[in-house]
């Protein structure tokens, strides 16, 4: 199968793999999936200021015409050369899916064909089409863990020339992680910070960075998972705050729970326990959340995990329906479901 697991990833990518022009890059860091897609277009060569060899087109819009990806893939550079077609903001889309299968069965020519996903699921149609398909590969993009995070602060700090203190360091670990290109970002701005020192104190740390390890919807569904209503509340208002959309925090909490039940599953049937069950877990999870995960595992019980995910489902179809009202009722659902943890502790 077509596919490379997440600590491969920048390892495919550190040259161009020309034998699949096909790249599906998904995942929950929209950080990270950004950053590596800008990464493997440059590794195409293709020109991409110049709009007539680099396409780029929206999910959506191939939902609606699909014929249109086609067409693109089958165009030929008026001036010569490679061209790439980039579509962000890909689903798990019926369309999208049936052209891509196409496209994988027949092969391109001087095109790439580059397809930036959210948290695609094991067995998604998308994800399905790409991994069986021998001329294209699915490179996942999770959370950094503390290894990745070492190694993201080790390249910055490099490119800046800069040495850190290790009390410094473990803070600075810490405080990131949530998002890559937040991480990024921070670390920049330290290093600007500290561009006049020969090394990064811990002073400059708690100045310069602040705290974006959870700024992800995983926060507000760690705060549904052990019952912290002040927490949710807070958490929930700040996304509504940023006009991102919500209906991406149904989807990580649908995925949350369906990692909890799988560890769930480990700790009733098979006798783990929680804390070997989130050792054991793949992908990894995140540091920062082991603890909130271990507390979760002691909450929910396989039974009223399956029962939350019906209360997910049912959210996600209703929040579809009445789109001027999806916020209350996404709030409500998942309101509902941290009350029920706090009354489960």
């Known amino acids: 199968m077509a596919q490379k697991k997440a600590h491969e990833v920048d390892g495919f990518l550190s040259r161009l793999q020309a034998q699949y022009p096909i790249v599906l890059i998904y995942g929950p860091d929209k950080g990270l999936v950004s950053e590596r897609a800008s990464k493997f277009a440059r590794l195409t060569g293709v020109k991409l200021d110049d709009p007539f060899s680099n396409i780029r087109l929206e999910a959506a819009d191939l939902e609606r015409d699909p014929t249109r990806l086609l067409d693109e893939a089958h165009t030929v550079s008026l ?18 899916t049936e052209v891509v299968k196409k496209l994988a069965k027949t092969g391109l020519e001087n095109v790439y064909l580059m397809i930036e996903a959210g948290d695609l699921k094991k067995g998604a149609g998308l994800r399905s089409a790409v991994e069986t398909a021998a001329s294209a590969m699915a490179l996942p993009c999770y959370a950094d863990d503390a290894r990745s995070l070492e190694g993201l602060i080790d390249q910055v700090l490099g490119e800046y020339h800069l040495a850190i203190s290790l009390e410094a360091r473990k803070w600075l670990r810490e405080s990131l992680g949530g998002d890559r290109l937040i991480s990024r970002s921070e670390l920049d701005k330290l290093c600007l910070y500290a561009m006049d020192k020969s090394e990064i104190t811990l002073d400059d740390v708690k100045a310069a960075v602040s705290d974006v390890s ?39 909490a649908e995925r949350q729970f369906q990692q909890l039940q799988i560890l769930r599953q480990q700790v009733e049937v098979e006798g783990k326990t929680p804390s070997s069950a989130i050792a054991s877990a793949r992908p990894p999870i995140f540091f920062r959340r082991q603890k909130v995960m271990e507390q979760a595992l002691t909450r ?15 959210a996600v179809l209703e929040s579809r329906e009445n789109t001027a009202l999806a916020e209350p009722i996404i709030r409500q659902a998942l309101l509902a479901l941290a009350v029920q943890s706090r009354r489960q502790n």
């Open 300 to 314: 929910w019980t396989l039974k009223r995990i399956a029962e939350a995910m019906e209360r997910l489902q049912k």
């Open 79 to 96: 001036f010569g050369g490679k061209r790439l077609i980039s579509i962000k903001n890909a689903g798990n889309g019926r369309n999208l």
């Open 214 to 252: 959870g700024l992800t919807y995983d926060e507000i569904i760690d705060a549904v998972l052990i019952g912290d209503l002040v927490g949710f509340n807070n958490r929930f208002d700040r996304q509504v705050a940023t006009g991102n959309a919500l209906f991406l925090i149904l989807s990580a």
